[in-house]
């Protein structure tokens, strides 16, 4: 069982930005995938970006257009997401998860989640 744990939200008026961190613990795996969604309210839970573990090979939604950028840290066992240019609309609740093998945009295909961590961001 592999726990996640987020940090790093908070209120940011647009135009700003904010670094996400999601540190993981328990048992992991080289092929192990690590992953942001968010969730507004009343939308449903939508795939931000990902990342392999093993090779730090990388997964954007297209609806991002570069202003994510997500990046690990080994030696912590951090993924980071790092969000620029924020607007109004990346208002959401961020949740890291992990699964195996290889990257998909489901949330149903995620084994671990975080707790979430609230990023909104004001106009």
């Known amino acids: 069982q592999v726990q996640l744990v987020e940090s790093g939200g908070g209120l940011v008026q647009a135009g700003g930005s904010l670094r996400l961190s999601c540190t993981a613990s328990g048992r992991t795996f080289t092929n192990y995938i690590m992953g942001w969604f968010r969730q507004a309210p009343g939308k449903e839970r939508e795939f931000v970006a990902a990342?392999?573990?093993?090779?730090?090979?990388?997964d954007y939604a297209d609806s991002q257009q570069g202003r994510f950028t997500i990046s690990r840290d080994n030696a912590k066992n951090t993924v980071y997401l790092q969000m620029n240019s924020l607007k109004p609309e990346d208002t959401a609740v961020y949740y890291c998860?992990?699964?195996?093998?290889?990257?998909?945009?489901?949330?149903?295909?995620?084994?671990?989640w975080g707790q979430g961590t609230q990023v909104t961001v004001s106009s």
């Open positions: 990342i392999t573990w093993s090779d730090s090979s990388t």
């Open positions: 998860a992990g699964r195996q093998y290889f990257s998909t945009h489901n949330w149903s295909d995620y084994r671990d």
